[in-house]
């Protein structure tokens, strides 16, 4: 079973902060995804990646950024955290791109006061 | 972009009884996947269907590709079933649009 690790599990944030979610993966996938979950909104792509060294847009990149410094590390930066960042942020990756299953992480829960 | 709506939005049962979860989009897909999400947040992969029938245990998947709709059925129901299915979508290239999911809770 593929393995994905996100850390922090949760994390209390202060308004105008950074916030650096990581998530490491040992199954030598190329892709890896970070979602937001919030209620009544479902999960959304905020960026994905496909190869390291190189990240894509998602559906709602904007204030947020990402870095893939290798395969198996993925990493969501929040420069100025903001009160409508409060969620709960997930990371999957996959092997391929064609009805290829996702393996999400665990989760982690963001509050930004 | 893609959107993704499921029905019913929430669905109580008791156990031994059938699940019917329905997903609709609005634009073509190659990709349909089913997800289950535990109480407490975690996601698990259920099925990957892209058009057909699909059976494992006792989930069935059915996309209709052309009518830009799938289902999941749950067939006799247990405790352990409860929690939230989610339906994603995606077409070419590598992004996947979720539904907001359709929370199942199975009673005694």
């Known amino acids: 079973e593929a393995a994905v690790t996100q850390s922090p599990r949760s994390k209390v944030a202060v308004t105008g902060g950074k916030v650096t979610l990581s998530c490491h993966q040992t199954?030598?996938?190329?892709?890896m995804y970070w979602y937001r979950q919030d209620t009544g909104h479902g999960l959304r792509l905020i960026h994905y990646s496909y190869v390291a060294d190189s990240t894509e847009k998602g559906d709602i990149p904007d204030g947020y950024k990402a870095s893939r410094p290798s395969q198996e590390n993925f990493s969501l930066i929040l420069e100025l955290a903001s009160l409508s960042q409060t969620a709960v942020y997930f990371c999957?990756?996959?092997?391929?791109?064609?009805?290829?299953?996702?393996?999400f992480g665990h989760g982690t829960k963001l509050s930004v006061l | 972009g893609q959107q993704v709506q499921q029905s019913p939005a929430s669905l109580v049962l008791q156990e031994g009884e059938n699940a019917e979860l329905q997903c609709n989009f609005s634009?073509?897909?190659?990709?349909l996947q089913w997800f289950y999400q535990r109480p407490g947040g975690s996601l698990v992969s259920l099925l990957s269907n892209p058009s057909g029938t699909k059976h494992t245990g006792r989930l069935t998947s059915t996309t209709v590709t052309k009518e830009r709709r799938g289902s999941l059925h749950i067939s006799s129901s247990q405790i352990t079933d409860s929690g939230t299915y989610l339906c994603?979508?995606?077409?070419?290239?590598?992004?996947?649009?979720f539904g907001k999911g359709a929370k199942l809770t199975v009673s005694p």
């Open positions: 634009s073509t897909a190659t990709r």
């Open positions: 199954n030598n996938h190329d892709y």
């Open positions: 999957a990756s996959s092997h391929r791109v064609t009805n290829e299953r996702l393996f």
């Open positions: 994603a979508i995606g077409g070419t290239g590598s992004k996947l649009s």
